[in-house]
T-cell receptor, first 114, second 117 residues
Framework: GQQLNQSPQSMFIQEGEDVSMNCTSS?????WLWYKQDPGEGPVLLIA?????ELTSNGRLTAQFGITRKDSFLNISASIPSDVGIYFC??????????????FGKGTLLTVNP | NAGVMQNPRHLVRRRGQEARLRCSPM?????VYWYRQLPEEGLKFMVY????????ESGMPKERFSAEFPKEGPSILRIQQVVRGDSAAYFC???????????????FGPGTRLTVL
């Protein structure tokens, strides 16, 4: 089955620093999604990417859909303490039936020191 | 609350008992997905349902697990004769149907944390 490799596993940064994390896949996806999960809660959708090469922003977050369709990255600029959490990438083939299921990476744990 | 609702948030069962997890999708969403998350792991797909239909159950264990999404009421994930290895967080997600520009986007509920003693 498809596998997503997400890196780094964890990051410790100072408030105000920029952060970058990425996901690579052994096969292509047609949609990439980035989620954030706080302890004891469900994942919250941050950004959705639909086209190879697409670069999309949501406030201080920027994500890109790799040209090969096998990778994606997420950047967070000027981090703040509330950015703490686990960030997950997820890939989806789309277009019917079993292709709607999401394949998740193992997550990047972000810690921000004030 | 227009979001995905799950209950109970926490469920404790003894080995051999049954667990029933409920999920009400977001208003206007007709597609439901169930995922399982083990500690310090990503989410793993279990099953995808539309009203009264199972579309993809490739991630469901072959025994003891079943899911339904009836015409009326919430989606139910049922685990019979629970074992300790079933302890995990179970998340439900919903999405609008094809035809919506955001039909690929899945929105998650807060999860049910199942503990098997």
């Amino acid at each position: 089955g498809q596998q997503l490799n997400q890196s780094p596993q964890s990051m410790f940064i100072q408030e105000g620093e920029d952060v970058s994390m990425n996901c690579t896949s052994s096969s292509i996806f047609n949609t990439w999604l980035w989620y954030k999960q706080d302890p004891g809660e469900g994942p919250v959708l941050l950004i959705a990417l639909y086209k190879a090469g697409e670069l999309t922003s949501n406030g201080r977050l920027t994500a890109q859909f790799g040209i090969t369709r096998k990778d994606s990255f997420l950047n967070i600029s000027a981090s703040i303490p509330s950015d703490v959490g686990i960030y997950f990438c997820a890939g989806q083939l789309g277009s019917g039936g079993s292709n709607y299921k999401l394949t998740f990476g193992k997550g990047t744990l972000l810690t921000v020191n004030p | 609350n227009a979001g995905v609702m799950q209950n109970p948030r926490h469920l404790v069962r003894r080995r051999g008992q049954e667990a029933r997890l409920r999920c009400s999708p977001m208003k206007g969403h007709s597609h439901v997905y169930w995922y399982r998350q083990l500690p310090e792991e990503g989410l793993k797909f279990m099953v995808y349902l539309q009203k009264e239909n199972i579309i993809d159950e490739s991630g469901m264990p072959k025994e003891r697990f079943s899911a339904e999404f009836p015409k009326e009421g919430p989606s139910i994930l049922r685990i019979q004769q629970v074992v300790r290895g079933d302890s995990a967080a179970y998340f439900c997600a919903s999405s609008p149907g094809p035809g919506s520009p955001s039909y690929n986007e899945q929105f998650f509920g807060p999860g049910t944390r199942l503990t098997v003693l």
